[in-house]
């Protein structure tokens, strides 16, 4: 079992930045890929980020390059989604997942915390 614990979501006004980190717990990460995903109030979960925890290859929703960018800190087994010049549609409850295999569906999620970008 890994469990995944998100934090930093808060209030923002447009244009402002946040951080969102993802502690994860429970098992050895190095051979998982770490994803970011959000989801809109009447909207489905979208992909936002993603990156290997062994080499760092990221990868964005092409909604988010240039503005948003994933990392992670081995030592702290934590993710980061360092968020910048945010607009209005970022808003929603952003979540942190872990996938054991290169491909296919994350098998474990976190709760979830809200990011609100006002106008």
């Known amino acids: 079992q890994v469990q995944l614990v998100e934090s930093g979501g808060g209030l923002v006004q447009a244009g402002g930045s946040l951080r969102l980190s993802c502690a994860a717990s429970?098992?050895?990460?190095?051979?998982?890929?770490m994803g970011w995903f959000r989801q809109a109030p009447g909207k489905e979960r979208q992909f936002v980020a993603s990156?290997?925890?062994?080499?760092?290859?990221?990868l964005y929703a092409d909604s988010v390059k240039g503005r948003f960018s994933i990392s992670r800190d081995n030592a702290k087994n934590t993710v980061y989604l360092q968020m910048n010049s945010l607009k209005p549609e970022d808003t929603a409850v952003y979540y942190c997942?872990?996938?054991?295999?290169?491909?296919?569906?994350?098998?474990?999620w976190g709760q979830g915390t809200q990011v609100t970008v006002s106008s």
């Open positions: 997942a872990a996938r054991r295999n290169p491909i296919g569906t994350y098998d474990y």
């Open positions: 429970g098992r050895t990460l190095s051979t998982y890929t």
């Open positions: 990156v290997t925890w062994s080499l760092g290859t990221t």
